[in-house]
């Protein structure tokens, strides 16, 4: 084919002559040359997205350890998720997380947008400060939570000895664990929303807070009734970017807690890890895997019609 | 430059074409040769599964072998990031069809290898006497064996858990100390006497990750005790025994009455501790003993305490695995390759050169053993211990599902939830439906 296109159009060489060129060639090859283009990102795409997603579809429908014959099961591997009491541990670990998480990250985000968002000296350092955590991975976040939490040798807990309060176990004790990973994650997360916010925050006119003003409206007045509706997209749009990242925590509890103490941190990604990679249950794994997908994407659907149907226009 | 258009046209077909060929060339392998001809070329590919210093002992051993045999190529790796991880690139490559020649692997992995039918059998060739099976440890041997009838490969790494004592620790307390003959109560006793919650310091240190690590330490007070993990024909958990309850009601009492236990979830953190003096007692491999002197830690090894005189131990032997890729001059080399490799000759040169025990009792007797031994004082100790070794951990599929019943079972009880003999029972139940599912 790239042949007979090639010499079909013996043009090139003679940009004078374009106009006798014949256009179903003409088009042809663009057709040709654009595909040529995409085709390398297609390629990546298809290879590194959509087979993989296409094959743990076909996984989920099977029961297979990674070594010997997968054997077809159905079904199977997702009813079993309807009775599989460690599975719904995780569903509750994972929810109590994004509903600690998710309101946490956009009230801080917008308190410290807020507060980032004035003329002060030295506004970049702080607002560079800020940002900071955000750029660190979370396996050092992770590392330094130990440090930070250990019961016995932590600098937490030498302060609480400090100052006269109780010892706490922290990331060993099952109730506040989860707590504190939380808290952790606030410390590298909320510069992420503290960015969108504050970059909304600078795109609302000054002259609407100011007539407010003008008209009598204090402070608070001025920002809960005025800048606070302006940014009401940025709101529904970092409230459903960290729900989606937050029913996806892995990396920090993989880091600090490995699900524990005595699994109190398992959350659902890291309950569908350990069932591939520790128990080798590919089939099992791949089945919980697209239930979490059929539910973020539940959720981000709900969540867009909501916002067209009431104008927030978050997407 | 820009490209004339022409080109560009032909440029975005070519794209196309390569990117199928790629695809396709992703499925199809090569045919590989029926009869054996020892002096035609083969490049083998080797998953070492090592890091730093052992993999630059092993491929200066690799090079070696080349030299010897100017027709072997060996292509030679780490193979994935960490030994663990090899597990995930070895299923991965199976998938692909571009899995290696020799691959490093845990013992607990041996059945799901075998059970994968890519590996090759060397039962017939490990009977010749000049390989010397039979001087390997029976644990070792046994899990290159996993299900009795094939044999997977040849053991790479054997080792087994030993007492290690910080000297530091027992002399600031004032406490002897422990001797071959300690049984678990003068362990349980001393471990009391090092505690000191003033300054943070425990006598023993217990993983309740809930991992094999949880598992394994807890092998030898059941075997100890005359318990067993699996019946004889590994169908039905049997470790809720009367001994098994024993075992964990002795740990438990000592983590949660004499707190005497720093209870880790990490499995890495005991050992920094312990070598920054916090920690008196523990109870670990050789690799320990490497640490310990990086950070100049004084500590002394004595094998585990027992019970009534016996002091059976736990081994993770790991394997060289070969695996068969229907291609007669590859398998010849690969098994040439490994069965040099853990002769008594090389090995002295890789795993006592490395600070790990000898795979072959012989070699303790040799000059490099003993040279290692005093760098690593002790080593020595842990050698003589592998005949307290006598119990293999089970081999069967399903092995690591019945681990992580144990160990989560284990963590638990030692954190205060749950009853030994209830905590077992509710394991034991669940690693029996698991093995009855595979």
């Known amino acids: ?53 296409v094959w743990a579809f ?75 955590p955000f750029v660190a991975s979370a396996a050092a976040t992770g590392i330094l939570t130990t440090y930070l939490f250990n019961p016995q040798f932590g600098l937490v807990n030498n302060v609480l000895r400090v100052v006269g309060l109780p010892q706490q176990g922290w990331l060993e004790d099952p109730a506040q664990a989860m707590v504190v990973i939380t808290l952790m994650s606030l410390w590298g997360q909320a510069a992420f929303t503290t960015v969108i916010y504050l970059a909304a925050l600078q795109d ?27 940014l009401a997209p940025v709101t529904v749009f970092v409230a459903i970017w960290q729900t989606i990242s937050a029913i996806q925590l892995f990396d920090l509890v993989y880091t600090t807690t490995r699900g524990g103490p005595l699994k109190a941190t398992e959350t659902i990604v890291y309950y569908l890890w350990s069932a591939a990679f520790k128990d080798l249950e590919l089939g099992y794994a791949s089945a919980v895997a697209y239930g979490l997908f059929a539910v973020t994407l539940l959720i981000t659907i709900a969540v867009t019609l909501y916002s067209r149907r009431t104008k927030v226009g978050a997407f | 430059m820009p490209i004339p258009h022409r080109r560009r046209a032909a440029f975005g077909t070519l794209t196309l074409l390569a990117a199928a060929t790629t695809l396709a060339a992703c499925t199809s392998s090569p045919q590989g040769a029926t009869t054996l001809d020892t002096e035609a070329d083969v490049t083998l590919t080797w998953w070492t599964g090592q890091a730093d210093a052992a993999q630059t002992i092993l491929e200066g051993l690799a090079q070696e072998f080349e030299d010897e045999h100017p027709n072997v190529t060996i292509d030679i790796s780490s193979g994935a990031p960490s030994t663990e991880d090899l597990l995930q690139k070895l299923s991965a490559s199976f998938a692909g069809g571009t899995y290696p020649d020799v691959s490093y692997a845990f013992g607990s992995w041996a059945s799901e290898l075998a059970d994968s039918g890519r590996t090759l059998d060397l039962t017939e060739q490990v009977a010749d006497p000049e390989v010397g099976w039979e001087e390997f440890s029976g644990a070792a041997r046994q899990t290159a064996q996993p299900t009795g009838d094939v044999t997977i490969g040849f053991p790479a790494v054997v080792d087994n858990l030993s007492l290690i004592y910080n000297t530091t620790v027992f002399d600031a307390a004032g406490v002897d100390y422990p001797t071959e003959d300690w049984t678990w109560e003068d362990f349980r006793e001393a471990a009391k006497q090092l505690t000191d919650p003033s300054t943070n310091t425990y006598g023993y240190a217990y993983s309740v990750s809930g991992t094999e690590e949880t598992t394994w330490q807890f092998w030898p007070h059941l075997w100890q005790r005359g318990g067993e993990i699996l019946s004889d024909d590994g169908t039905t958990a049997t470790f809720n025994s009367e001994a098994g309850v024993e075992a964990l009601t002795f740990l438990r009492d000592m983590a949660v009455e004499d707190k005497s236990v720093y209870l880790d979830q990490t499995d890495t953190k005991f050992t920094q ?31 585990l305490p027992g019970v009534d005189g016996v002091h059976t131990t736990v081994s993770g032997p790991d394997l060289w695995v070969l695996f068969d890729h229907e291609d007669v001059n590859r398998a010849y080399w690969s098994y040439e390759l490994i069965r040099w490799l853990t002769d008594a000759e090389q090995d002295v040169r890789w795993n006592v050169e490395y600070g790990n025990l000898p795979l072959r009792a012989a070699e303790i007797d040799t000059p490099e053993f003993a040279a290692q031994v005093e760098a690593m004082p002790g080593l020595d100790v842990m050698a003589a211990n592998g005949v307290n070794a006598t119990e293999p951990r089970p081999t ?17 009880v030692l954190q205060g939830q749950g009853e030994p003999q209830e905590a077992l029972d509710t394991a034991a139940a669940q690693a029996t439906a698991e093995l009855a599912d595979q």
């Open chain 2, 273 to 303: 501790l312990f070598a920054s003096d916090r920690i008196g007692m523990v109870t670990s491999g050789p690799w320990t003993l490497y640490d310990l002197g990086v950070a100049g830690t004084s500590y002394g090894v004595v094998q």
């Open chain 1, 1 to 53: 084919m790239s042949a007979a296109t090639a010499t079909a159009d013996p043009v090139e060489a003679h940009p004078g002559r374009t106009a006798r060129r014949p256009a179903r060639a003409r088009a042809r090859r663009a057709n040709l040359t654009g595909w040529g283009f995409v085709a390398p990102a297609t390629a990546v795409v298809l290879g590194l997205s959509a087979f993989p997603a």
């Open chain 2, 396 to 412: 069967v599929a399903g092995y690591v599902k019945v681990s992580e019943a144990v160990g989560t079972a284990i963590s638990q």
């Open chain 1, 204 to 230: 609302i006119p000054a002259e609407l807070t100011e007539a407010a003003r003008i008209d009598g409206a204090n402070r608070w007045q001025a920002f809960w009734h005025v800048t606070f509706p302006q």
């Open chain 1, 58 to 132: 076909i996984l989920s429908l099977q029961d297979w350890n990674g070594f010997g014959t997968a054997e077809p099961v159905g079904l199977e591997n997702y009813s079993a998720m309807v009775s599989d009491a460690e599975l719904h541990a995780a569903v509750t670990h994972t929810v109590v997380y994004t509903a600690l998480f998710v309101p946490a990250s956009v009230l801080l985000g917008l308190l410290l947008a807020v507060l980032l968002n004035r003329r002060i000296v030295l506004i970049g350092v702080y607002r560079t400060l800020i940002f900071l």
